[in-house]
């Protein structure tokens, strides 16, 4: 199956930045939707940002757009979130995901592959 690996939690103080790190391996097909998710303790799980990499185009939360930017390095097979200005409410787990299938979607139920998750802890 296809494993995802995320690196690059931290704690921080607001205004700070942070960069994620995603590495995918154990995948067959080239073409992939990859995202990152969110999960804070008591809230539900949200979409954070996607990554269509046939064609580069992406999608934020409106909560993070201006300040996020997902990004992927195809030869290194590895997802970046460049997080900037970092709020308190940026505060949880963030997971990787990935997805072979059509519909590159902010939405949990489209993305297949979820990696574990890194901390990332804002005050």
């Known amino acids: 199956h296809v494993q995802l690996v995320e690196s690059g939690g931290a704690s921080v103080q607001a205004g700070e930045s942070l960069r994620l790190s995603c590495v995918a391996s154990g995948y067959t097909y080239a073409r992939m939707c990859m995202g990152w998710f969110r999960q804070a303790p008591g809230k539900e799980r949200e979409g954070v940002a996607v990554?269509?990499?046939?064609?580069?185009?992406?999608k934020y939360a409106d909560s993070v757009k201006g300040r996020f930017t997902i990004s992927k390095d195809n030869a290194k097979n590895t997802l970046y979130l460049q997080m900037n200005t970092l709020k308190p409410e940026d505060s949880a787990t963030y997971y990787c995901?990935?997805?072979?299938?059509?519909?590159?979607?902010?939405?949990?139920?489209?993305?297949?592959?979820w990696g574990q998750g890194t901390q990332v802890t804002v005050s």
């Open positions: 990554i269509d990499s046939d064609d580069g185009s992406t």
């Open positions: 995901t990935a997805s072979f299938w059509s519909g590159c979607s902010l939405a949990a139920g489209y993305h297949k592959y």
